[in-house]
């Protein structure tokens, strides 16, 4: 006469759900793929489900006078044949595509993220076949076999320089697919001078301006930073300006355009976080966004006569700490 909780559990949509009745005894399970299956609980019914008896989908509010609303898909009923299963197949050269749910058959309505992964040296091109475009993960809804190629390109020698500027321990610069990950040590980048690894363009003149998006950044003292600048040269004691991301999760500019390096501004921030420095005649400005189009300013400073032709632009890490390292992951690198 009374409903009994059997188990219960977070769970994250969507789920597979499936009830089955082997004589008297009542089985409950989940699934992530509908595949693979968990069983929920279990209970045995003596002369308490007998011949005829229903099976169905439910929805309930909890609350009569609202209303809930689902929608099931990939219904099974009983007596009923399975689901066709489909296959998906995939090729790629100079990478590889991965599969999620894995596997590569699935049931009818299955909605499979298909993921593009560059070898070293190339990047991700595009989709074709059963998939097209260059969104990447993408998905796939199976409603018949499906064939998917991933095609990459060859990235291009980068057109960018790097070196460690007054640094006990070398650092390192790597990019693949797109994405640049500076390893650096040194013991700040303030004060009359700086140490830390740059990777920057040479030998600028005019205007200019470098976007970065720092997708992560992982170091031992909170003072680290990673960022971009605008500079003079590769002297240590060079004229700069910068906006960088601490490792204890805040923004912060700062220039130099004397002798002495002053803070501009600082606040909290969360990553991912693009930032941006541009040169416009004698006056340079910074800028930090959250998805790269919106931009919020967050410092300017007039270099009259102290920043000249030829400069630099370019990404930097410093450590705070001589002898460690801070490692960012750099996107969407836009050079001058």
Do not use: C, H
Not at 219 to 236: D, F, L
Not at 258 to 284: E, F, I, R, Y
């Amino acid at each position: 006469t009374w409903t009994s909780l059997n188990s219960s559990g977070a769970v994250t949509l969507p789920l597979w759900v499936k009830m089955t009745k082997v004589g008297n005894v009542m089985t409950a399970y989940t699934s992530t793929d509908g595949t693979t299956w968990t069983q929920r609980g279990q209970q045995t019914f003596v002369g308490k489900m007998n011949d005829p008896f229903t099976a169905g989908l439910f929805v309930t509010a909890n609350q009569d006078g609202t209303t809930g609303t689902a929608q099931f898909s990939n219904v099974q009923w009983p007596g009923s044949s399975s689901p066709p299963q489909y296959t998906l197949s995939t090729s790629a050269t100079n990478g590889s595509v991965t599969l999620s749910p894995s596997g590569g058959t699935y049931a009818s309505g299955t909605v499979v993220t298909v993921t593009a992964t560059p070898n070293s040296g190339y990047s991700f091109a595009g989709w074709s076949g059963d998939l097209s475009g260059t969104t990447n993960p993408t998905t796939i809804t199976m409603s018949g076999n499906k064939s998917v190629t991933a095609s990459f390109s060859l990235t291009p020698p980068p057109s960018y320089q790097s070196t460690d500027i007054t640094t006990t321990n070398a650092g390192s610069t790597t990019e693949s697919g797109g994405v640049i990950t500076v390893q650096g040590s040194g013991a700040q980048v303030w004060s009359n001078s700086d140490s830390f690894r740059y990777v920057y363009k040479n030998s600028l003149t005019g205007d200019a301006t470098i976007v970065a998006k720092v997708n992560s950044f992982t170091a031992t003292n909170n003072g680290a930073m990673a960022g971009v600048m605008i500079r003079q040269g590769t002297a240590a004691d060079a004229n700069y300006m910068s906006v960088a991301v601490t490792k204890d999760g805040n923004y912060r500019v700062q220039y130099r355009n004397s002798t002495w390096t002053s803070l501009n501004s600082s606040g909290a921030v969360t990553l991912p976080l693009w930032v941006k420095m541009t040169k416009v005649g004698n006056v340079l400005t910074a800028y930090t966004s959250t998805d790269g189009t919106t931009w919020t300013q967050r410092g300017q400073q007039t270099f009259a006569g102290k920043m000249n032709d030829p400069f630099t632009a370019g990404l930097f890490v410093t450590a705070n700490q001589d002898g460690t390292t801070g490692t960012a992951q750099f996107g969407n690198v836009q050079w001058p």
